[in-house]
């Protein structure tokens, strides 16, 4: 009986993917997959949802966190936030670990690729709040936490652990005697 | 009306079992050899296709991405893309340390590996191999961003 009740409700769904654009008001990044995105949903600690490991808070900070859209129940993965600079969405969304949220943002599925549920998240504000808040917070965040970098040019000119990095491996990773040659012909 | 609120029912239990996390996925046990790659650079085409944003060209950008929190993935040699959660009792897939030191490296990792709803995850137990940057494409493709390397005599 509980088999059949389940089938039915299956063949009950709506059919086909649901469209999540109506109302986004995202900005394009002009990406060959992008498709806007607005939708309501919880954010959740992915390592601990798939995995069953379950820190405090989500890890802090540590972990990548998910989107589980509430529509659908599809885990959507925020790989990046509004700030064109290299930078996540995990320190945007970890306010709200374990809430309801209604985000806003692009989604990439791009079959040749592999992408599918992929998104940039440009805003976000709890379930019910009248006001969006733009996700770009992770620069702010990381100068909080490396005053010792203070200083002119971007963040990833003078972050710490990348600059350790690149002066053990070189800027192609394979050590600096292979960066010296090519990067000599790269600026003759 | 016995269908309605069964299938409601169902919904709500379904809600209630992924709320908290509490009811996990099942995993299956996985040995992958692969490049530890930069996955929205990979899945965006913001740099350009998706064999220049990886290996040797791409490395200092993927240093970025790493410690920008954006998340790593292995590319693994049967051509799927695993986004990694864990690494040997690291759980830092957002900035961490171990992912950072790994960019760009081929590595064979043993771990569990979990799908749901069209994407891979990896959560690695061991490295067994670290191969280093094998991926040498720098010549081919230059720096990836072109402003990766800064230009010494400015």
Known sequence: MKRVIAMVCLLAAPAGAQDFSQGSEAKSWNLYAEQPARFEAQVVDMLCLLSGDCPDNCGDGRRQLGLLRAADNVLVYPNKNSIPAFTGATVELLPFCGQAVEVDGLMIDDPDLGAKNIYLVQKIRAKGDADWIKANRWTKEWAKAHPEAKGKGPWFRRDPRVKAEIAREGYLGLGTEVDEPFIKELFE | ?154
């Not at chain 2, 530890?36 to 998706?50: A, K």
């Not at chain 2, 830092?92 to 749901?116: C, P």
Request: glycine share 14%.
């Open chain 2, 1 to 154: 009306m016995f269908l309605t609120r069964s299938c409601g029912a169902l919904g709500l239990m379904a809600g209630v079992l992924t709320a908290g996390g509490s009811f996990a996925a099942e995993g299956t046990r996985i040995q992958v050899t692969g490049e530890i790659i930069d996955t929205w650079c990979y899945y965006s085409g913001v740099m350009g296709g998706p064999d220049a944003v990886r290996g040797s060209a791409h490395h200092t950008c993927a240093l970025w991405c790493s410690a920008g929190g954006i998340p790593v993935g292995l590319l693994g040699d049967d051509g799927e893309v695993y986004m990694v959660l864990k690494i040997a009792g690291d759980d830092g897939s957002a900035s961490g340390d171990t992912q950072l030191h790994l960019a760009s490296h081929e590595i064979t990792a043993d771990g569990m590996v979990y799908e749901r709803d069209g994407i891979k995850y990896l959560v690695v137990s061991e490295v067994v191999a670290d191969n280093d940057i094998t991926n040498l494409n720098h010549d081919d493709y230059g720096p990836v961003p072109s402003f990766a390397i800064p230009n010494p005599n400015k």
